[in-house]
């Protein structure tokens, strides 16, 4: 029951703290467990992890307070501008003579509120070109996935299956919550974590990341519309697919993200190629090629046999045809034996007269080169020289060519014209050079 003040007793005046008292009791035993609908303004978050804002529409404002085990558990992002309905109870502050919410629970007003945030975020990361990067491309055969979600439920599980089933990988996950306020900072942490450069420069560093969620509310996804998760996908230089909700869901990160799958498991099967799938499917591709490989074969082998046959026919009728003309023409060429014979004997009489002739010639130019050989080496020979009064000295049948080389006392023979003649040298002369003076004795031979 409100309190009430008794104008009429005779202390008619009250302290401060009395009459914030009587304002604090009545506040707080008539105004609890109400439903308030504003717009929040002024939005804090302190370090201890309270939240203060203001709830305002168009004519007042309301101060409000949420405690950090209450925030703790909200599921939503909030901020200034964002149309929220809070659950709570009204209370005093009598230090500033103010009143304020102390809210247990908020709830979004709407999805349309959410929406219009949604698109004025989306125009302004857009104008600054987080939207336009480069895709870049995914490996064909990659040989560590990272997986960036929540450890339970159904999302990771569907993931690692349809990586089993299709072509089995090292797979790294990071841990992280999916919603709440603590869903956009862990994942983009988690996103810039596997870039880092230790974490890529350790083995089986992952070569593209999967972002994933499973479906959920408008309220539920937001967290991956927060610019901090776009900007890190944008700034990945891994390729990343985002696989948040169903497939009529977006968010943000899908514009950004390199590739967007419509599901968890979607994303898993873009990641990694279906191995048994591609080698069925490559197999019948082979197979079928070598059919028509050999179909193309056995047409083009049986139009060359055809061709062949033909050429072959053709061949064979023109090569007797040239028999046949060649057989003519060596018949109408064909002379009678005798006329042979005869040409044969004239040529064979023509043949001889001119080996005759030949030889004749030969003979007479041979002999006459013999008797002229024959003068020239008799003139050449020692005897026409011993003629004029020379004689030649042996020694020990061997011609002595230089008297250098014989002392006195050896014998030598003395061949003449006429005779030969022993000898002994008993002196001979010096060099010629010498003077007559200086020879003491002139060469002689004793006979």
């Excluded at 908020?106 to 895709?135: N, T």
């Excluded at 968890?264 to 499917?281: G, I, Q, S, W, Y």
């Excluded at 072959?312 to 007797?320: H, I």
């Excluded at 002994?424 to 002369?429: F, W």
Aim: proline share 4%; glycine share 4%; net charge positive.
């Amino acid at each position: 029951m409100m309190p009430t003040v008794d104008m009429n007793r005779e202390r008619s005046e009250y302290t401060v703290s009395e009459v914030s008292k009587i304002i604090k009791t009545i506040l707080e035993g008539n105004l609890t467990s109400i439903r308030i609908r504003g717009e929040i303004s002024g939005f804090k978050r302190h370090g201890s992890g309270h939240l203060y804002f203001s709830l305002k529409d168009d004519t007042a404002v309301l101060k409000a307070v949420c405690w950090r085990g209450v925030a703790g558990k909200m599921d939503h992002t909030l901020q200034d501008g964002l149309e929220v309905i809070c659950d709570g109870d009204i209370s005093s502050y009598p230090a500033q003579s103010s009143y304020q919410l102390i809210v247990n629970k908020i709830d979004v007003a709407g999805e349309g509120a959410l929406l219009k945030i949604l698109e004025e975020r989306k125009q302004k990361l857009q104008k600054e070109g987080l939207f336009d990067k480069h895709r870049l491309p995914l490996p064909r055969f990659p040989k560590t996935i990272g997986i960036i979600t929540s450890p339970t439920g159904a999302v990771i599980q569907d993931i690692l299956r349809r990586l089993e089933e299709r072509f089995p990988v090292t797979v790294w996950l990071w841990p992280v919550v999916v919603q709440g306020e603590d869903a956009a900072p862990q994942v983009a942490r988690a996103i810039r974590g596997f870039n880092d450069s230790k974490a890529r420069s350790l083995p089986h560093a992952p070569d593209v990341l999967i972002v994933a969620r499973g479906g959920g509310s408008v309220e539920d996804l937001f967290p991956f519309n927060d610019e901090e998760i776009v900007r890190a996908v944008f700034e990945s230089p891994i390729p990343v697919i985002s696989a948040i909700g169903h497939e009529t869901d977006t968010t943000l990160i899908d514009y950004a993200s390199d590739r967007r799958a419509p599901t968890p498991t979607a994303a898993a099967e873009m990641a990694v190629p279906d191995l048994k799938r591609d080698l069925r499917r490559s197999l019948s591709d082979q197979q079928q090629r070598i059919r028509k490989a050999l179909d193309r074969l056995a047409l083009n082998s049986a139009q060359r046999l055809d061709d062949k046959s033909l050429h072959l026919l053709s061949a064979f009728r023109a090569a007797f045809d040239r028999r046949v003309t060649a057989f003519n023409n060596l018949q109408s060429r064909l002379r009678h034996p005798k006329d042979l014979v005869h040409i044969k004997e004239l040529a064979l009489a023509t043949l001889q007269h001119r080996f005759e002739t030949s030889f004749d010639t030969f003979f007479e130019r041979t002999r006459t080169r013999f008797q002229h050989q024959s003068s020239l080496l008799e003139s050449y020979s020692h005897t026409r020289t011993l003629e004029r009064g020379f004689c030649l000295v042996r020694r020990e049948d061997v011609i002595v060519m230089r008297a250098r080389t014989l002392d006195v006392g050896q014998s030598v023979d003395l061949v003449f014209y006429d005779a030969e003649k022993k000898a002994i040298i008993t002196s001979k002369y010096a060099n010629k050079k010498q003077s007559k003076q200086q020879i003491t004795k002139q060469e002689h031979f004793d006979f």
